[in-house]
């Protein structure tokens, strides 16, 4: 079944303000992430929508310095390393 893509944008801001990455971002890099992401002209069906904001969101974190797993991660909180 294929889901409405007038939901995709819907969609994406519940999972990206959920995310762990989302709460590491300061208030101001917030209101630029939701800009950028409200700016985005998108279309095409669910996936492919969900596909171009999923883009502009990581394009957005790549220029905030996101550089992975241990991005911004508190002091002392250090992760295992594998």
């Known amino acids: ?4 893509k ?3 944008r819907r969609d994406f801001n519940s999972t990206i303000l959920n995310s762990w990455t989302w709460a590491r971002l300061d208030d101001g890099e917030r209101n ?3 800009d950028a992401i409200e700016l985005a002209i998108i279309s095409g ?3 492919q929508r969900i596909a171009t904001l999923t883009s ?3 394009a957005f ?4 310095g996101y550089d992975g797993f241990n991005w911004r ?3 002392g909180n250090d992760a ?3």
């Open 1 to 4: 079944m294929a889901l409405n």
């Open 6 to 8: 007038e939901y995709a």
């Open 32 to 34: 630029r992430a939701m």
């Open 45 to 47: 069906t669910y996936d």
């Open 56 to 58: 502009v969101y990581r």
């Open 61 to 64: 974190l790549l220029g905030v």
């Open 73 to 75: 991660e508190p002091a």
């Open 80 to 82: 295992p390393q594998f």
